[in-house]
């Protein structure tokens, strides 16, 4: 059976309802405030603002493979260095003074280290990217994140079985209780 999120229609299951009667839900099995579809939202809407949601967490992905992209390639900068140090050491000047010319401290694109990208991507693309997609969601669902997810949750868990809450007992503060 489908439970629509938007209704608070969970009521527990025959596997401990004995203790609780039908009509009064356990604590966590109805879906936390903030991760209901306001009223007036379509279905429609609710995929595409899902589809949106899994674009950013893509970029999102992307943006961290970036800073490690930046961490990794300043750590073998370095680490560059230091065998620069030891060619010179072991009596290899000429290969050295090489690679420490034209290697060490080079721009990994064309005027650009790597710090320079992530704030390139971050100025230019990423901070866009979630300023509309909150727009979108501001306009179109009250703000709210994750709503597709939500009722995905709500079709897909065991509505009163332990391990199976709609939510934590108590929300994290900062959660939209609306």
């Given at each position: 059976m489908d439970v629509d999120?938007?209704?608070?229609?969970?009521?527990?299951d025959s596997a401990g309802a004995a203790d609780v009667a039908a009509d009064e839900p356990r604590p966590g099995d109805l879906p936390v405030p903030g991760h209901t579809t306001p009223p007036g939202v379509d279905d429609a809407t609710i995929e595409a603002l899902g589809k949106l949601s899994e674009a950013l967490e893509t970029a999102e992905r992307a943006?961290?493979?970036?800073?490690?992209?930046?961490?990794?390639?300043?750590?073998?900068?370095i680490a560059l260095g230091e065998a620069v140090k030891a060619l010179r050491s072991?009596?290899?000047q000429q290969i050295a003074d090489r690679i420490d010319t034209e290697l060490v401290g080079r721009n990994v694109l064309p005027g650009?280290?790597?710090?320079?990208?992530?704030?390139?991507?971050?100025d230019d693309y990423w901070s866009l990217f979630r300023q509309l997609e909150q727009e979108a969601r501001d306009q179109l669902a009250v703000g709210r994140r994750h709503l597709y997810e939500a009722r995905m949750k709500q079709r897909e868990r065991t509505v009163g079985l332990p391990g199976h809450e709609a939510g934590p007992a108590e929300p994290p503060s900062g959660t939209d209780s609306a």
């Open positions: 999120p938007m209704q608070d229609t969970a009521t527990p943006r961290g493979h970036l800073y490690s992209f930046h961490q990794l390639t300043g750590s073998a900068d072991a009596g290899h650009r280290w790597t710090f320079q990208i992530v704030e390139a991507y971050d």
